[in-house]
C-alpha cells in the first residue's frame, strides 16, 4: 500500500458513478482506495467479478483483487464516497456519518438537510462550516445534481458582479446521466425525451441554498426566481443548457465575460488536485460549445460557455456545457473532498495508513 494516503470507501462501487469514482481516485495523490462495498448480490466476490466495466480506461488491478463487502459501517477507511441509488442512500449515509466516517455523497436524499452543505467549491466553500451542526460523529457532505453543478458555475459571476433577479434554463441532458443501461436506444435514437424525473424540480431549488449566505448557523436561500426544462437526448457525456438570465444591474457584454473569464476560488486558491486550472472558459465562435469536442476541457472539470447575446425577454441569453459524470458528479464530488481535507476537517489522526496497516 501507498504511504501517507487517505484511505477511501466507495459505496456503489458497482453502479456507474462507482466506477467513475474509482477511475477517478485510481491514480489520486491524496486519496487510494481501501474498500468498494456494493448491494447484497455483489458483497463476497472480487469487484472484477462483480462489475460489469462500462469506463473506457482499464479497471485497475489493484481495486479489481478488493473484495466487495456490503454497505454497512464496518469499512476499513475513513472517508466514503457515495454513489448509492437514492433509493437506498439516504438511511445508508446516515448510518456511516452516525459512525464516524466522512460521507462525501453524490446522491440527493440529504442535499437539502439544514445542516448539510451542498457544495460546488469554487461557490461556496464557507458553506463547509454548516457540518458542525451535525450530530454525527462523522459528517455528510453533498454534491448537487448534474445539471445544476454547470448552470451554478456560470452563474455565479453573475450573481456577485451584477446581482440576479430571473434565470430560465432549457437542458439538453446526456444519456449518461440515466445511468447504465438507462434508457433504451429505440427510445433515444431519433428522438428527444422531454422529461427527466425531479431534474426541473432539483434545478430549480438547488442553486438556491448553493448561492445562498451561511450566517454562521444556518443557509439563508438567495431571493431568485428559476424556471428549467429538461430534456435527454442522444449525446453519450455532457450536459448542455441554454440560460437566459435577468440582472439587477446593468452589465455589457464584455462586463460578463470579463466576470467569467476572472472567476476563480477556493480550489485554485489551495491548488486542489482535481481543481480545473481555469473554471469557466468562453468560446466566440457561435457554434461552440458542443458537447463532443469541449466535455472534457481541464479533464472534464471546467465549464465551456458560448453564445452570449441579448435577450429579447431578459436581459442576457448564453449556453453552457459541463461533464455530467465528472464535474457533475464522481469528479465534483472528490473536489469536495479534497477541500474537507485541505481545510482541515478531518480528523487527522484517523487520517493516514500507518506501517500497522500495511
Known amino acids: 500500500m501507498a504511504q501517507n494516503k487517505i484511505q477511501v470507501g466507495v459505496l ?52 479489481g483483487n478488493l473484495t466487495v463487502k456490503q454497505c454497512e459501517p464496518n469499512l476499513n477507511c475513513t472517508l466514503a464516497f457515495s454513489g448509492l441509488d437514492s433509493s437506498i442512500a439516504g438511511e ?94 429505440l427510445d433515444i435514437i431519433d428522438n428527444v425525451i422531454p422529461y427527466i424525473s425531479g431534474e426541473e424540480e432539483k434545478m430549480q431549488s438547488e442553486p438556491l441554498k448553493i448561492l445562498g449566505n451561511f450566517n454562521g448557523n444556518t443557509i439563508d436561500n438567495i431571493d431568485l426566481k428559476i424556471s428549467a426544462q429538461c430534456n435527454r437526448v442522444g449525446a453519450v457525456d455532457g450536459h448542455l443548457e441554454c440560460v437566459q438570465v435577468k440582472l439587477k444591474t446593468k452589465a455589457s457584454i464584455e462586463d460578463i465575460k470579463k466576470a467569467w473569464d476572472e472567476f476563480s476560488g477556493e480550489p485554485q486558491k489551495l491548488n486542489l488536485p482535481s481543481a480545473p486550472r481555469k473554471t469557466l472558459h468562453y468560446f466566440d465562435d457561435p457554434k461552440y460549445p458542443q458537447p463532443r469536442i469541449h466535455r472534457n476541457i481541464e479533464n472534464g472539470m471546467g465549464v465551456a460557455i458560448g453564445r452570449l447575446r441579448p435577450d429579447t425577454l431578459l436581459d442576457y441569453k448564453f449556453v453552457v456545457l459541463s461533464h455530467n459524470t465528472v464535474r457533475g458528479a464522481a469528479g465534483g464530488a472528490i473536489l469536495c473532498a479534497e477541500l474537507l481535507k485541505e481545510k482541515g476537517f478531518i480528523n487527522k489522526e484517523t487520517l493516514y495508513e500507518t506501517e500497522a496497516n500495511n
Open 92 to 185: 445508508v449515509e446516515t448510518k456511516f456519518a452516525e459512525a464516524g466516517y466522512y460521507v462525501v455523497s453524490n446522491s440527493k436524499n440529504h442535499r437539502m438537510d439544514n445542516d448539510v452543505p451542498l457544495l460546488i467549491p469554487e461557490i461556496n466553500a464557507d458553506h463547509l462550516d454548516i457540518i458542525k451542526n451535525q450530530n454525527h460523529k462523522g459528517c455528510i457532505i453533498t454534491n448537487p445534481n448534474c445539471s445544476t453543478i454547470g448552470l451554478v458555475l456560470a452563474l455565479k459571476p453573475l450573481a456577485d458582479k451584477f446581482g440576479l433577479e430571473a434565470v430560465n434554463v432549457v437542458t439538453l441532458q446526456a444519456l449518461s446521466g440515466a445511468g447504465y443501461p438507462g434508457i433504451s436506444s
Open 12 to 63: 456503489g462501487a458497482t453502479g456507474s458513478v462507482g466506477q467513475k469514482f474509482i477511475a477517478l481516485l485510481a491514480d489520486h495523490p491524496w486519496f487510494e482506495v481501501k474498500e468498494v462495498a456494493a448491494s447484497e448480490r455483489s458483497a463476497g466476490k472480487k469487484y472484477k467479478d462483480a462489475v460489469n466495466w462500462i469506463l473506457s480506461s482499464p479497471l485497475p488491478e489493484s481495486i
